[in-house]
C-alpha cells in the first residue's frame, strides 16, 4: 500500500513538472511534426507502463498509476498549455492514495439523528451518478469565457485541496448498509457503485462540492441555467444521503466550501465581459449536457438487460479482492 502510495505521489507530480519541459521541447520542433510527437510520447509512455507490469512478477500498480495520474495531467497540459489545468487533473487521484494511507486507522461516523431516519432508496442513484456529466460536461459546454474558465479551476482546486485536508485529518467511513434492496436497473446500479467506489473519504463531501461550484460557475455565465444548475446540485446533496454514500455532516460541509471558493473566485467576475451570443446558447449547451447524461443512462441500462443482474458488480468486486490496484 505504501508503495502504491509513493508511486501515485510520483506520478501525480510528474505531469505538473515534466509537462512545461516536454512542451517547451515539442514547440522547437517543426510544426507539421509536432502533435505527431504529442501523441507518440503520450502513447508511448502508456505502452512502456504497462509492458512494466507484465515484464514483472506483477501486475504491480505502476502502469495503473500512470494512467489513471501522470496520462491525464500530460494529455491536459498538451492540449490546454496550462498549469493550473494540469495539477486540477493530477490532483483527482490523490482521492484514491488517501483512501489508502487512512483506510487502516480509525474511522469516524459523523452521524445525526436525520441520517438514521433516512434509508437507503435505490432509485436516488440515478441523480447521484448525474455528477459525472454534471460537474464535467455542463460547464465545459456552457463556460467560453477563459478568465471565467481560470477562475472555476481555481475554485475546483480549492474544494478539492480543503476536502483532501478534511480526508487526512478526519477520516470517515460511508454510512453503507449491508446490502442494497431491490433487483431492477437502479439496485444494480447502486451496487456497481459501491463495487466501483471506495467507501472512505466522506467528509467533507467532494461530491455536493463539485456540483455546487459547477452549478455555481454556469451561473455567472447565464441565471437561468445557472438557477436549475443550483437546484440539480441540491438534489445531488440529498441523493448522496438516499444511496447512503454520505452523512448530512458530509453535504452540509460540501455545499459550504463550495460557497466559499464561490464568494473567493467566482463571484467577482463580471457578467458584462461575456457576449450576448455566448449568454444565449448557454440554455442550448445545457440541454445538450442532459441528453448526454440520458444517453448514458440509456447506455447503461442496456448493459444491465444484456448482462446478469449484478455480474459486473461481483467481477469487480472479484479483481479488488484478487489483484493489488491503487483503491
Not at 480543503?162 to 444494480?188: C, E, K, N, S
Not at 441555467?225 to 446533496?237: D, E, F, K, N, Q
Request: glycine share 8%; hydrophobic share 55%.
Amino acid at each position: 500500500m505504501i508503495e502504491g502510495a509513493v508511486a501515485a505521489g510520483a506520478g501525480l507530480l510528474s505531469p505538473v513538472v515534466a509537462g512545461p519541459a516536454l512542451a517547451y521541447a515539442i514547440e522547437r520542433l517543426p510544426r507539421q511534426w509536432r502533435r505527431t510527437t504529442e501523441w507518440i510520447v503520450i502513447g508511448g509512455g502508456a505502452l512502456l507502463a504497462v509492458a512494466a507490469d507484465l515484464w514483472s512478477a506483477g501486475p504491480v500498480s505502476g502502469a495503473i498509476v500512470y494512467i489513471l495520474a501522470a496520462l491525464p495531467g500530460l494529455i491536459t497540459f498538451l492540449v490546454w498549455r496550462s498549469l493550473l489545468a494540469t495539477t486540477v487533473v493530477s490532483c483527482v487521484p490523490l482521492y484514491f492514495v488517501i483512501s489508502i494511507v487512512t483506510r487502516s486507522g480509525p474511522l469516524h461516523a459523523p452521524e445525526m439523528a436525520l441520517d438514521r431516519l433516512i434509508t437507503v432508496q435505490p432509485a436516488w442513484m440515478l441523480v447521484y451518478a448525474s455528477l459525472y456529466v454534471f460537474v464535467i460536461l455542463l460547464p465545459l459546454l456552457v463556460v467560453r469565457e477563459p478568465d471565467l474558465i481560470r477562475r472555476a479551476m481555481q475554485a475546483y482546486l480549492t474544494v478539492m485541496i480543503v476536502a483532501y485536508i478534511g480526508f487526512l485529518v478526519y477520516p470517515t467511513g460511508a454510512p453503507r448498509p449491508g446490502g442494497v434492496p431491490g433487483d431492477g436497473f437502479a439496485a444494480w446500479a447502486l451496487r456497481l457503485a459501491y463495487a466501483i467506489d471506495v467507501p472512505y473519504n466522506c467528509f467533507p463531501s467532494l461530491h455536493v462540492a463539485y456540483a455546487f461550484v459547477s452549478a455555481l460557475t454556469c451561473y455567472r455565465v447565464h441565471r437561468g441555467v445557472g438557477a436549475a444548475a443550483t437546484v440539480w446540485a441540491a438534489l445531488i446533496g440529498v441523493s448522496t444521503l438516499y444511496t447512503k454514500q454520505h452523512y448530512v455532516a458530509d453535504v452540509i460541509a460540501g455545499a459550504l466550501i463550495a460557497l466559499v471558493a464561490y464568494a473567493i473566485f467566482l463571484r467577482g467576475h463580471r457578467r458584462n465581459t461575456l457576449s450576448e451570443r455566448e449568454t444565449r446558447r448557454a440554455p442550448v449547451r445545457a440541454l445538450i449536457a442532459a441528453v448526454a447524461f440520458a444517453a448514458t443512462v440509456a447506455g447503461c441500462w442496456v448493459v444491465y438487460r444484456v448482462a446478469p443482474a449484478d455480474r459486473a458488480a461481483q467481477e469487480l468486486a472479484a479483481v479488488r479482492g484478487t489483484r493489488r490496484v491503487p483503491w
